[in-house]
């Protein structure tokens, strides 16, 4: 199944979830509260979608607190001027 009836994306595995909720947070500049938090797996479709509901992803915590988050996006940014 590519598709699911929620209209979300979806991501076949927890594992990939996860990269994608925490490239979300590189990418865009979310306010504190807003974009998604967690990743769920669904009823619908058995795989895994983001949301912005629910206690935050461990793993996505971690690396906003470490900075990690904050460093790759200023990557991005210079990548973005090389071009
Ligand atoms: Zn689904």
Not at 26 to 40: K, M, W
């Amino acid at each position: 199944m590519t598709k699911c009836n929620t209209g979300k994306r979806l991501y076949t595995s927890e594992a990939l979830a996860e990269d994608a909720l925490i490239g979300a947070h590189i990418n865009f500049d979310y306010r504190t509260g807003s974009g998604p938090v967690a990743i769920y797996k669904c009823d619908e479709c058995g795989n895994y979608h983001l949301t912005s509901h629910g206690e935050m992803n461990k793993r996505l915590a971690l690396q906003l607190q470490s900075g990690f988050i904050q460093k790759q996006k200023q990557a991005a940014r210079w990548q973005d001027k090389l071009k």
